[in-house]
């Protein structure tokens, strides 16, 4: 089994119960609904276990161990521990992101002109 997978069964133990949906909007509401790597990401946010759940079941639902993370920030983190290379952010990338976003955003404006002429 691959470490991602089990890092998944682990977790998955967890993040099915009551309990961990409602410790997830308190961690939600705690980190201000913000990114805590400091990317200042509000959207879709993810709780990460500071200290895997695989190798800390004890801290599982302890919010000292607990963080909002965006999901690209929460795939870096996770790709770190599971013994991956990390994904670095590099301007090429951010400039290819930002054609495909402008790319959308002119596509989602032509759709909205055609729909209300």
Known sequence: MGLKREYRKHSRRVTSTKRWQVLRQIILERDNWTCACGCGERRRLEIDHIKPVRTHPELAFDPANLQAL????????????VGWSPVFDTPEKRAWGQAVADLAAKSN???HEVNHA
């Open 109 to 111: 404006r032509a759709t």
């Open 70 to 81: 965006a999901p690209s920030c929460h795939a870096q983190k996770t790709r770190i521990e």
